[in-house]
């Protein structure tokens, strides 16, 4: 009986994840028998399903991580991911060799096929995929990368983290695979193509050692300042600063600021562009309204701290104790400018653009006006989950846009 190529293909969808689950059933059961000899030799920390996830590209993606520290040789560290996409039937892996020396300064060589997405800052992994899983809102878009790389993290102190990058990329688009979702029919919308190619990427950055959460670090910095350079396919050059502050102020009232300024230069491929528009950049305006290689985004939140909503006659409302009132306001700009002007060019207005890879030349103009929105939120706990209501203040006759985010301030 013969079987057919669609029928082999068909059953790979279910084999592939089935087999992945049954090598990590059988990692956890080795691990968890022969637990003492293990201890004895390494220190091993595995999730199960920590890196899966649901979108339009990849479907239902099932992953697995583990990280591994020999007991001899405690300055190694081995470091992998991986797992499979059913929507777009591929296999993902990560596989990372770190060594420390000299106190707590680090080097680290690594490898990988990855989905990638320049959008996990703007949203988590948790919450896309249950935006996607619910509502059929997938507010991310995709690329497949393939890389090698060589990391450097010289130990400076407890407050600062510097990083020395070099990693030779190749970009493929990816396609949108599903429309499924529990609620919601509409579509999904189309994921945004990035320009095939290989791209030699150094960086060197500088950031607080601070770690984001919707637990807010009060009173505190959080910086990022970023210098990037790419060739091959991509010649460009890049530079980038990224400032919040977290202020208390009385009470339970609570100010955050956000900066965002960021610069690229020859280079308009869509991998290197940066949007604005909907979640934690313009909140009143669609999502990915604005694009371009020249942005400056600038959001203001002020949390009440629940001085406000437990003086009015609301107790009927669930976890009435718990609720936070915030306002907010978010103004920004981004800019498509000539690739021969430099990074500190090119913010005061549009121009035309041109891709450098030999496919062709793509010709956009970009609005040089700031946009502007206010807002009012409502918050369960410090962020956990909020509900933010805002109105664009480019047009009279706007609808206010909202939006519900999880365990996400900004």
Known sequence: ???????????????????????????????????????????????????????????????????????????FTFFTRWGYGIGNQRLRYSLKIQKKFSGENKISLFFKQETESNDHKIIGNVENSLSSLLARRDFRDYFSIKSVGLEFIPYLNDKFNIGFNCDLKRYKPLHKTTDWSLFNSEKFRENLFVLPGNEIYVSVSLSSNIQESFIMPLDQWHYNLILEKGSDDFNHFGAGINIKRYQLLFESHIFVANLLIHSRTKTAAEQHLIDLGGVSTLRGYAHKEFTGNRIFLLNFDYFFGRSILQKLPLSFIPFYDMLDLIFFFDAGKANVAETEDNIFQGFNGGGIYKIENNIGCIYSYSNNKFKSNIGAAVSLGQGFLRFNFARRLDRKNDNFTFSLRLMRNL
Do not use: C, H
Not at 11 to 21: D, E, M, S
Not at 37 to 64: A, D, H, I, M, P
């Open 1 to 75: 009986m013969k079987t057919s190529y669609k029928s082999l293909k068909s059953k790979k969808v279910i084999i592939i994840p089935l087999l992945l689950f049954v090598v990590n059933f059988s990692i956890l059961v080795a691990q968890e028998t022969e637990k003492e000899e293990e201890q004895s030799k390494f220190l091993n920390t595995y999730s199960f399903f920590k890196n899966s996830r649901y979108n339009r590209v990849e479907g239902l993606f099932l992953g697995f991580e583990l990280e591994t520290i020999p007991i001899k040789y405690p300055d």
